[in-house]
């Protein structure tokens, strides 16, 4: 055996011993070593039991994979101490021990670019409060599981890979901690992970598990794990499975290809994901069962099922939350069942969705909020008794039905809004209910509201517009509605009851019908021109809004005598200082071109930067096009719209918005006009940021900063507004000192006139406020004194 000859070398100072030496076996050399030598192997296999009770160091001569441990039975390596173990190959074939055991306290094992290649019952094991880390190491066990923590035992895995488990990949039980990052778990016949007991926790960070005949993860019995930049796929079970009060953390992982759920929730335990991705799944992205069970999403995708199961299923008492997520491509998107079952989704998109986006049944209860449902079969369905919850500022667009109501369900929706239904945007039947606040339902093929069966349906200022049937259509009497409008009913006249109905007002009465009035008809155009031409200042403005209003108008009439009419250019660019006016100017706007008809409502929806831009790859379309939803048949008015395209922002989210704005202007060009507005020089940036961006705004409107004596106009009708008035010597004051006012980047224009009267009618407070018995002319008068920086006056009365 010399070719096996071991080779010790001492690293420490003893001075009363050989300095290095030659050894038969490891054993041999073990024995004669002391804490820090380093034991140094020549190829080969050796035949023995190693047993590291002390802190020495084993590496081979040759290199990483020279060396063999490999003995006919038994453990091959145990360390019960601070070992550091480089580049060798521990074999085995043990079935009822592992290949590698560490145990003990005292045992604190390094082990670097080692292969565990065995047939044992475990490839690593570690145990009784041991701790190791493993770098770049191997371990493979096809008899087994690859590797085992437990008994408090502690664990770091670095670049490491666990293959070809007979059982889990790594198996952390019994209060035991594992920290894995950039490894590979693959081709186990267990769980990939498996997390088991109170106490027992596992932090896994870029990491990758597939190929699993079982769970990717599973936790259960109180373990906790958190992955971060995971990736988990092509596993037979579940991607995650929790039990009995586990919990699992996922922050920016994937989880795909998997024949049955994504995630698999029992037992009161708790998932919370974060910027995570759910796809390619056979049966669910969520099952969430039991009472106090929950799940939690933020952020996250879910998309892409390869099955016919609902996306994600809630059920038996459990909790679902959803925050900012998007759900597309799918057979049903959410379904929650049962009694005590509840479900939360704020800010989140379901689109594309085969059946139903969101069914409600047996008891369940939902509450949607700002979320938009977008090409389903059914947006939402609430199926039965007790089925409901709340629906606040929802979008539904592209259905074939938009909300359905049935069989005693009763739910609440709040200014939500149903647009492009195949058939009904709202249908009520057999017994359902619900109230309708404030909720509009547009442009669908069939009705707006469609109640039958005497449901006693609760309708509030609800209006209903441009339906291919009608906009309420109620079977027999029921429903009940208050202020609600549609366009295709005739003004309600008021009659005098008969006198016969006078003389028979005992006998019982059958329920009123419904009174729908039609929608109110918009101000007139010249109504609203007029209050453009009395803003103040100004003229270019008026001119260049007159001239878009004329060219509309003008080609209306050539298009009604059969003639061409020129091409509107309706989107446009506002570019100048803060407070000249823009956004009103707009607002004038989309209700003028609502009044010739060129926009359905006309209303003004404002937004800026943090209203579009998201935080994660996805959300910022989402955002955008929320907001032009909500602008739709009005104007879209972007305010400091640069901000979109900073000028350092290559990789900003911004330009995310930039584009998908000009796709929605393309696809959407008659149902929404948008405005952007900001600086003149940054708003050259924003146009060159989309090659699409400068053929959509051919025109740009050039706001002027007001003059002093603009300004001054300003401030006078502030004070005819507000009942004060102004001294000549005050005026000429003010004109002084608006004339002297720096126009840094900061001047507010009209929003500073505004400002300094606000102050002279807090300074005039002060200085009445001392008067014993002011007048009413004192009450109003405005003097120089009061002007922003002026001394203050006397208490003396003023002297007419």
């Known amino acids: 055996m010399g070719e096996h000859r071991v080779r010790v070398t001492q690293d420490s100072a003893s001075r009363w011993r050989r300095r290095a030496g030659e050894y038969e076996t490891l054993r041999e050399a073990l024995a004669?070593?002391?804490?820090?030598?380093?034991?140094?192997?020549?190829?080969?296999?050796?035949?023995?039991?190693?047993?590291?009770?002390?802190?020495?160091?084993?590496?081979?001569?040759?290199?990483?994979?020279?060396v063999r441990i490999d003995p006919p039975s038994g453990t091959p390596l145990t360390v019960t101490a601070a070992a550091t173990v480089r580049g060798l190959v521990i074999e085995g074939s043990e079935t009822s021990a592992p290949a590698v055991l560490v145990t003990g306290p005292g045992a604190e094992a390094e082990f670097s670019g080692c292969r565990v290649e065995t047939r044992s019952a475990v490839g690593v094991e570690l145990t009784e409060q041991a701790?190791?880390?493993?770098?770049?190491?191997?371990?493979?066990?096809?008899?087994?599981?690859?590797?085992?923590?437990?008994?408090?035992?502690?664990?770091?895995?670095?670049?490491?890979?666990?293959?070809?488990?007979?059982?889990?990949?790594?198996?952390?039980?019994?209060?035991?901690?594992?920290?894995?990052?950039?490894?590979?778990?693959?081709?186990?016949?267990?769980?990939?992970?498996?997390?088991?007991?109170?106490?027992?926790?596992?932090?896994?960070?870029?990491?990758?598990?597939?190929?699993?005949?079982?769970?990717?993860?599973?936790?259960?019995?109180?373990?906790?794990?958190?992955?971060?930049?995971?990736?988990?796929?092509?596993?037979t079970g579940n991607g995650l499975t929790l039990d009995t009060e586990a919990e699992l953390m996922l922050t920016g992982c994937r989880v795909h290809d998997l024949p049955e759920n994504a995630a698999d929730l029992r037992g009161r335990s708790r998932l919370t994901m974060e910027k995570t991705t759910l796809r390619e799944f056979g049966r669910g992205a969520l099952s969430v069962w039991d009472s106090g069970t929950l799940a939690e999403a933020i952020s996250c995708e879910l998309h892409s099922s390869t099955g016919d199961y609902p996306a994600v299923w809630v059920s038996d008492g459990a909790r679902l939350t959803l925050t900012d997520c998007s759900l597309h491509d799918l057979p049903d998107a959410l379904f929650v069942l049962d009694r005590e079952s509840s479900a939360t989704a704020n800010e989140c998109s379901f689109s594309r969705i085969r059946s139903s986006a969101v069914s409600v049944s047996g008891g369940a209860s939902i509450d949607l909020a700002n979320c938009r449902i977008q090409e389903a079969g059914t947006g939402l369905w609430f199926r039965d008794h007790g089925s409901g919850g709340r629906l606040t500022g929802c979008e539904i667009s592209e259905v074939a039905t938009g909300v359905?109501?049935?069989?005693?369900?009763?739910?609440?929706?709040?200014?939500?809004?149903?647009?492009?239904?195949?058939?009904?945007?709202?249908?009520?039947?057999?017994?359902?209910?619900?109230?309708?606040?404030?909720?509009?339902?547009?442009?669908?093929?069939?009705?707006?509201?469609?109640?039958?069966?005497?449901?006693?349906?609760?309708?509030?200022?609800?209006?209903a517009e441009q339906n291919g049937r009608a906009g309420f259509e109620f079977s027999e009497p029921g429903p009940v509605t208050e202020g609600c409008t549609s366009d295709d009913v005739a003004p309600v006249v008021e009659l005098p009851a008969p006198r016969t109905a006078q003389l028979t007002a005992a006998a019982p009465l059958a329920p009123a019908a419904p009174q729908i009035a039609p929608i109110p008809d918009c101000r007139p155009a010249d109504e609203a021109l007029a209050e453009l031409d009395a803003l103040i200042g100004l003229a270019t403005v008026k001119q260049e809004v007159r001239t878009l209003i004329d060219l509309i108008s003008v080609g209306r009439r050539r298009r009604q005598a059969g003639l061409k009419a020129p091409s509107l250019r309706r989107h446009l660019v506002f570019t100048g200082s803060p407070g000249t006016g823009k956004t009103t100017v707009a607002r004038l706007y989309g209700e003028i071109l609502a009044s010739l008809g060129v926009l359905q409502q006309g209303h003004l929806v404002e937004v800026a930067r943090v209203d579009l831009v998201g935080e994660h790859i996805g959300s910022t379309a989402i955002r955008t096009q929320a907001a032009f939803d909500r602008a739709r048949g009005g104007v879209l008015f972007i305010d400091e719209a640069y901000a979109l395209a900073p000028e350092d922002g290559a990789r900003d989210f911004g330009r995310e918005a930039i584009d998908t704005l000009v796709k929605l202007m393309e696809d959407h060009r008659d149902e929404v006009v948008v405005i952007v507005a900001g600086y003149t020089a940054e708003m050259e940036r924003f146009l060159s940021a989309n090659p699409g961006v400068s053929s959509r705004f051919s025109r740009t409107i050039t706001f002027p900063d007001y003059t002093a004596a603009e300004l001054l106009q300003i401030a006078r009708t502030q004070c005819a507004e507000h009942e004060y008035s102004l001294a000549e010597e005050t005026a000429e004051a003010l004109l002084e000192h608006f004339a002297g006012l720096e126009r840094g980047p900061g001047f507010g224009n009209g929003r500073t006139a505004r400002q300094v009267?606000?102050?002279m009618v807090e300074r005039h407070a002060m200085r009445v406020a001392q008067l014993p018995d002011p007048s009413t002319e004192e009450l109003q008068l405005l003097l120089p004194a009061d002007l922003p920086g002026r001394q203050a006056a006397g208490s003396a009365r003023m002297v007419s």
């Open 131 to 235: 701790r190791a880390t493993l770098q770049g190491c191997t371990v493979s066990n096809p008899a087994g599981l690859g590797v085992r923590l437990r008994s408090r035992a502690a664990a770091t895995l670095t670049d490491c890979e666990l293959l070809d488990s007979g059982q889990a990949g790594l198996a952390v039980l019994d209060g035991a901690t594992a920290t894995l990052e950039r490894c590979r778990l693959h081709h186990a016949s267990g769980a990939g992970v498996l997390l088991t007991d109170p106490g027992s926790s596992a932090a896994l960070t870029a990491c990758e598990i597939y190929e699993i005949r079982g769970s990717g993860v599973q936790a259960e019995a109180q373990a906790s794990g958190r992955l971060a930049d995971c990736e988990i796929s092509r596993v």
């Open 757 to 759: 009267f606000e102050t």
């Open 404 to 463: 359905i109501v049935t069989k005693g369900a009763d739910p609440e929706l709040r200014e939500c809004t149903v647009r492009a239904a195949a058939e009904a945007a709202v249908y009520v039947s057999a017994q359902g209910r619900g109230s309708f606040e404030d909720c509009r339902v547009s442009h669908g093929k069939g009705f707006g509201f469609h109640i039958i069966d005497g449901c006693r349906t609760a309708l509030t200022r609800c209006r």
């Open 32 to 66: 004669a070593a002391e804490p820090g030598d380093t034991l140094t192997l020549r190829p080969g296999t050796f035949r023995e039991n190693v047993v590291v009770d002390r802190a020495v160091t084993l590496q081979p001569a040759e290199g990483p994979g020279t």
